[in-house]
């Protein structure tokens, strides 16, 4: 069965530092992946997602970045963060081929960043 | 409108009670829905998905109106343990790749 570590667990950085965060899987292959990030009392949003290796899509135009440099590996970097940074960042995967319908997304256990 | 739009909460009711959701979308051309579960401090994961023509998983029943673009979800006999937010979850444009939008969520607390 398929796992999704994401790390760190949770990270606490001061405003205009670096960041990566890292989403690995195993137990499957060719996965879509996704970066969600879910602030304080509020839903999910989509950040980025890949659905193959060096590709990525945007979602939301920020100071934030995402690579893909292996099939089961995802990572999200900024070079300077932000306040508004701050939140649950989750990593999902998917098995979708098709834009029509969505398979099921499973999520990793997420990254608790708090930007100071 | 928000493309997925649920009751807005919290709930709180108690143990044994029986307690419902509701969710509205906006794209007619969805084609897959679910339910997720979130609780505090932790990843979503999938309660159940939801077929047109309704499903039920023990307690819990999902259905769908795809006339009124409405998604509902039922829990019977509530536990203490089914205290958490419910997020009601629908795949988006076909334009946009029909990637999954997630609604705000619905607290719900069960009490003894």
């Known amino acids: 069965s398929q796992t999704i570590h994401q790390w760190p667990a949770t990270l606490v950085q001061p405003v205009g530092s670096p960041l990566s965060l890292e989403c690995t899987v195993e137990?499957?292959?060719?996965?879509?992946l996704y970066w969600y990030r879910q602030a304080a009392g509020r839903g999910l949003q989509l950040l980025f997602y890949s659905i193959g290796i060096d590709q990525i899509s945007s979602e939301v135009p920020q100071n934030l970045s995402a690579s893909r440099p292996q099939d089961r590996q995802f990572i999200l970097s900024s070079k300077k963060l932000l306040l508004s940074d701050s939140g649950f960042y989750l990593c999902?995967?998917?098995?979708?081929?098709?834009?029509?319908?969505?398979?099921?997304?499973?999520f990793g256990p997420g990254t608790r960043l708090t930007v100071l | 409108r928000k493309e997925v739009e649920q009751d807005p909460g919290p709930f709180n009711v108690p143990e044994g009670a029986t307690v419902a959701f509701n969710c509205t979308y906006s794209?007619?051309?969805?084609?897959?829905f679910f339910w997720y579960r979130q609780d505090c401090r932790k990843e979503p994961k999938l309660l159940m998905s939801?077929?047109?023509s309704g499903n039920e998983d023990g307690r819990f029943t999902a259905q769908l109106n795809r006339a009124s673009q409405y998604i509902s979800l039922l829990i019977r006999d509530s536990k203490l343990s089914d205290s958490a937010t419910y997020l009601c979850v629908v795949n988006g444009p076909r334009n946009q790749g029909g990637k999954l939008i997630f609604g705000q969520g619905t607290e719900l607390s069960v009490k003894p």
């Open positions: 939801v077929y047109s």
């Open positions: 794209n007619s051309a969805s084609q897959s």
């Open positions: 999902a995967i998917d098995h979708s081929r098709s834009s029509h319908s969505t398979d099921t997304q499973y």
């Open positions: 137990g499957t292959s060719n996965p879509n």
